[in-house]
């Protein structure tokens, strides 16, 4: 009986809201999506992360911090969505530190150069807001809540990073250099973020059917290419694939096949930063273990009367 | 001394503690105690690297040698600097962090509300933007003095041990030399020694709250005035500088 | 010990006399820091007036299946809406 209510508001595309009847199988594959779609969010605080302390001008790194806490504030809505599923963010945060769950694979790439702070923003936060504006439209109402704010915060990270590589590529040649490099290395697995093709995709079918999922993993991938493509041209950089041409049938570009294998190895464990980032994480909450358990203890004094507010 | 330069010079201190600051505070994006305060720290970060932009624009102006704001933080030495100490003392764990940033943030919101009524117009109104935030500052960070030094025994312990440790450069804010006076006079710099007895008693009212020990006024470490810093500068300006001073004719 | 904190839901007023819309949640072990870390999640972008936090354990929420019995017998009531009305031709202000 409450999932037949389930299914009708599901036809109907209304939203689903956390104390209505879902069915299990709804409820978990929603807490694994949304769970890492957080976790993608804080791991990838890092790498960029890693350049603040060097960013290059006052306001490269007042735009760098500002986009770092974005994305801080964008994991934090998330876990908030998932917490409404009926799972803690203690118990999120144990599941990522124990590789039960996953975040995004591009975030286990190192960012190297200046011009890596401009390709991520760019190429990464470019695919994740193809894949974002979708999910505005996911069936759960508190996820879709919070990807309509993530995409309108987000709508200055892209910008940011183009115009970093866009200064970059015009400037002297070793900017240009490194502009290009940074494109080398970042383009392949951004167009991997989309997943999987669809005929190899564990995920979606289900996904679908409860339109949590809207479009497929290739029809997402092919809007990326299609705009990034004109963007990579208008500054003067090369899209690193001797493949690519434009379909003047189908109006799209076409590139190489990826390198699934290589995909399939760093998601599993092997890639340049894995473990990096994961110590990081565990370091930083073990770190501040006491700090929470002060605040907690603080609370509980307020709560029996033992201090004042 | 003109009194242009001794107000260029007075800049770059105001520019220089915000700067170095907001650059400690910058370093702990992606490892605050939990998501939240990993956000409230980031915040107080923009914020004093936003004033110290202001105060670097206004000392360019000033200077009108060429240099630009960024040049003045991105290009000068090490014992041109003139933070305060406090300032680039590392984060060490979060008790550090916090006390560091309630003994300056307390100094900071009495220097600035004192500066709002500069001679100096520009001055006056670049410190009335900085101590709104200021103000924040230090009810964030008075809030979690009082959590730390009436949280766990562990909590109390690494505040009062920040305290003890970092207690030697606050003597310092206080110091006033040529500069200060010559401005004082002039009705554009603020009397650090009225801002020392209000600082005092703000100190000492939180302190009381949180259940810390006030420690003794001994030994008090001096220097910014002249450049001279603790060794910790050295590296935060090496690894702030790098790019630039890599790529010297680049342009970011 | 539990050390992830308790969870509050926000509500951010933008312009005075607007109302307050729900924005989300955040943790927070008591009511001061409830507030700040409100401030510093959902208010980055300026244009904020009024900040409400409540513990998300103290909002109450109707079952989806009384939704029936609560929301359909309003629709009914359609001489509470001004359209149900029959203005004569002519008149003005009403």
Known sequence: MPVDLFTEKIDQNKSIEPRDPMPDDYRYHLI????????????????????????????????????????????????SAAETLGISREEMIEQLQTGKARYSNIFNYPALTWADIGAIGWLVDGAAIVNQVMLQRTSYGPYARAMVRICKEESFHQRQGYEIMAKMAAGTPEQHEMAQDALNRWWAPALMMFGP??????????????KIKRESNDALRQKFIDKTVQQTEVIGLKIPDPGLRFNEETGHYETSPLNWDEFYRVINGNGPCNRQRIEHHKKVHAEGQWVREAAAAYAEKLRTGVLEQ | ???????????????????????????????GPFLEEDLALTNIALDLTGQ?????????????????????????????????LLCEQPNTDFGYTIVRQFLFSAYHCFLLEDLCTSQDEHLADISKKALKESRYHLSHATDWMVRLGQ?????????????????????????????????????????????????????????????????????????????????????????????????????? | MDTQLDLWEVFVQSKSGQPFKHAGSVHASD???????????????????????????DIVAADLEDSEMLFDPSNEKIYRHPTFYEVPEGAKNI
């Open chain 1, 32 to 79: 694994r999506q949304i769970s890492q779609h957080a976790h993608s969010e804080v791991i990838g605080m890092q790498p960029e992360g890693n350049w603040i302390t060097r960013a290059p001008s006052l306001r490269s790194k007042m735009i760098l911090l500002a986009k770092i806490q974005d994305e801080g504030g964008h994991g934090l809505y998330l876990y």
């Open chain 2, 1 to 31: 001394m003109t009194k242009k330069d001794a107000l260029f010079q007075y800049c770059l201190r105001l520019g220089d503690d915000a700067v170095v600051l907001g650059h400690r505070l910058a370093e702990l994006c992606s490892r």
């Open chain 2, 52 to 84: 110290a932009q202001l105060f670097f624009l206004y000392a360019a102006e000033l200077d009108n040698k060429g240099q630009s704001a960024d040049d003045l933080v991105y290009r000068r030495p090490e014992r041109q600097f003139y933070n305060h």
């Open chain 1, 197 to 210: 093709p669809d005929a190899e995709s564990l995920h979606s079918k289900k996904a679908f059917q409860w």
């Open chain 2, 151 to 252: 949280g766990t025994k562990e909590s109390k312990q690494r505040a009062q041990q920040a305290l003890d440790a970092l207690w030697m450069y606050t003597g310092e804010l206080f110091e006033m030399d040529d500069i200060d006076l010559q401005l004082l006079e002039a009705n554009v710099a603020a009397d650090l020694h009225t801002i020392r007895n209000m600082w005092q008693q703000e100190i000492a009212q939180t302190l009381k709250r949180a259940g810390l020990q006030q420690p003794e006024d001994n030994f008090m470490q001096t220097g910014s005035r002249k450049g001279v810093h603790t060794e910790h500068l050295g590296h935060l300006l090496a690894e702030m500088q790098s790019l630039v001073r890599a790529y010297p004719e680049a342009a970011w």
């Open chain 3, 31 to 57: 009511k001061q820091m409830a507030l700040q870390n409100a401030r510093d999640v959902y208010t980055r972008r300026g244009e904020t007036s009024g900040l409400w936090v409540v513990r998300a354990v």
